[in-house]
T-cell receptor, first 110, second 117 residues
Framework: GNSVTQMEGPVTLSEEAFLTINCTYT??????LFWYVQYPGEGLQLLLK?????DKGSNKGFEATYRKETTSFHLEKGSVQVSDSAVYFC?????????FGTGTSLTVIP | GAVVSQHPSWVICKSGTSVKIECRSLDFQATTMFWYRQFPKQSLMLMAT?????????EQGVEKDKFLINHASLTLSTLTVTSAHPEDSSFYIC?????????????FGQGTRLTVV
């Protein structure tokens, strides 16, 4: 079946620290992979995506590489800012529906 | 990216009344729309998938008579919570996908906070 497992939070980091949020997936077929971000009281916004193996998605300093051999799509950022505080969701999609991880809450303190 | 507008962003209603939530794709034709429910500090739970012009497909455990979904046009889907009760209080989010964008991306509304008192 299809599922997404991501690192449980909450995660608290100091400003300018390095961020990694792990995400692994199981899928029948070849899914597209996504990271969505949710700010308090809002819907989900697409952060980045990758549609095939070895693709790297990047946006706003965040990066994630589609690793087929490890079925992973870990999110990284070299230097986080207070404004990055939000909940991050990893997701996969094989064309029929999205499968979301449980979300990881990130708090960045000054 | 494409824009999905969800309305209202928050609503408070009395127990026993019905509430309608609208989800509109503003600049593309949404052949498929998804309705999710999100509990505090939890992930999104898919409630149902609706394709334009056909009946919605509900996930196991979701009462279709309570959560009425209509997807009458390529730009509008509605979720009606009928005879709402306090346990229906939650954050509801829609997302829309075009035929061309299948497997690549879905666009999310900003969500609706429903509080039933």
């Amino acid at each position: 079946g299809n599922s997404v497992t991501q690192m449980e939070g909450p995660v608290t980091l100091s400003e300018e620290a390095f961020l990694t949020i792990n995400c692994t997936y199981t899928a029948t077929g070849y899914p597209s992979l996504f990271w969505y971000v949710q700010y308090p009281g809002e819907g989900l916004q697409l952060l980045l995506k990758a549609t095939k193996a070895d693709d790297k998605g990047s946006n706003k300093g965040f990066e994630a590489t589609y690793r087929k051999e490890t079925t992973s799509f870990h999110l990284e950022k070299g230097s986080v800012q207070v404004s990055d505080s939000a909940v991050y969701f990893c997701a996969s999609n094989t064309g029929n529906q999205f499968y979301f991880g449980t979300g990881t809450s990130l708090t960045v303190i000054p | 990216g494409a824009v999905v507008s969800q309305h209202p962003s928050w609503v408070i209603c009395k127990s026993g009344t019905s509430v309608k939530i609208e989800c509109r794709s503003l600049d593309f034709q949404a052949t498929t729309m998804f309705w999710y429910r999100q509990f505090p500090k939890q992930s999104l739970m898919l409630m149902a998938t609706s394709n334009e012009g056909s009946k919605a497909t509900y996930e196991q455990g979701v009462e279709k008579d309570k959560f009425l979904i209509n997807h009458a046009s390529l730009t509008l889907s509605t979720l009606t919570v009928t005879s709402a009760h306090p346990e229906d209080s939650s954050f509801y989010i829609c997302s829309a996908q075009s035929r061309a964008a299948r497997n690549t991306e879905a666009f999310f509304g900003q969500g609706t906070r429903l509080t039933v008192v």
